[in-house]
């Protein structure tokens, strides 16, 4: 069991004083037998009016910021400390039925799981489907857990993490003509590959801990991080970190899950200006350990 201690920071800045519309923050861990959060602290500037807590669709813990203040700045900061439990990759638990595919889904689950299987984005000629495919054995069995590592491997070491300036998610078949992109890319790139194998998968967000931020070759560090999830009998939903080639939820935190990308973004919100009056954001994610805490204060 590890603690992780987490300091999120995000920074708007303005040309000139702007109002604030309602802000959405996807920030706060989920509770689960592999994560507990111990504390949170959000602090916001300018002042916010309200901060109100829901629970989103998917059981995410949002919060909903509200502002009647002008200001330049708008300036986002969360602090959270959480147990964090390691699960490996060989500790997968899969039913008999579904150790190897194709298997089908239990009639009590599977209405449950239906628009998780449900493709989402274009493949007219099959691309995505016959990319998915080359996983699957022919002629004999298929271990369900090693078409799935597989899969999760062939990304991380064959396509190229890059960073990009563009809002939002790459269409999956765009991730796959270019062999690269991002980890939010990537993992939506591993859904629509496992849903075309009629597999259950989900997006989610969250925080990645980079032991060595100098020398390691982790991936998604400094920022918000992303990853997908695969529904297996047995097991559950078993986490898939395709930019770092990571099966099973080591140094990954789990913030929210979600059908798909649009409805797990970190943060969103508007203000009331013209385009031009937008000046700079940035993004500041620091991950650390208690022994990590200890050293910088000692």
Not at 65 to 80: A, H, K, M, P
Not at 109 to 122: F, V
């Amino acid at each position: 069991m590890t603690i992780f201690s987490v300091r999120h920071v995000t920074t708007y800045q303005y040309k000139r004083r702007v109002a604030f519309g309602e802000h959405r923050l996807l920030f706060r861990p989920r509770d689960s037998f592999d994560q507990t959060l111990l504390n949170s602290r959000l602090s916001v500037e300018p002042q916010p009016d309200r901060i109100r807590w829901i629970l989103d669709v998917f059981g995410n813990c949002v919060a909903l910021v509200g502002f009647s203040q002008t200001s330049r700045n708008l300036r986002f900061e969360t602090i959270i400390r959480l147990e964090h439990t390691p699960q490996a990759a060989m500790d997968l638990q899969i039913d008999e039925r579904a150790l190897t595919y194709p298997f089908v889904y239990d009639a009590e689950e599977a209405p449950d799981l239906e628009s998780t299987i449900k493709r989402h984005y274009p493949d007219p000629d099959g691309e995505i489907a016959r990319w998915a495919q080359q996983f699957v054995k022919i002629g004999q069995p298929t271990e369900t857990g090693h078409l799935l590592m597989t899969m999760c491997y062939a990304i991380h070491e064959g396509f190229a993490y890059a960073r990009r300036m563009a809002h939002g998610t790459q269409a999956p078949l765009e991730t796959l003509k270019l062999r690269r992109g991002t980890c939010r890319d990537f993992a939506l790139l591993t859904m629509e590959a496992a849903r075309s194998l009629g597999l259950a998968a989900r997006f989610v967000t969250g925080y990645i801990y980079v032991p060595d931020r100098d020398g390691s070759t982790t991936l998604g560090g400094g920022s918000t991080h992303a990853w997908c999830q695969v529904y297996l009998p047995g097991a559950g939903w078993v986490e898939f970190d395709p930019t770092n080639g990571i099966v099973g939820n080591r140094d990954l935190i789990r913030v929210g899950v979600a059908r798909d990308p649009r409805q797990a973004i970190p943060l969103w919100g508007s203000y009331d200006g013209r385009a031009s009056d937008f000046e700079n954001m940035s993004v500041q994610v620091n991950v650390t350990t208690d022994d990590q805490d200890a050293k910088h204060n000692g």
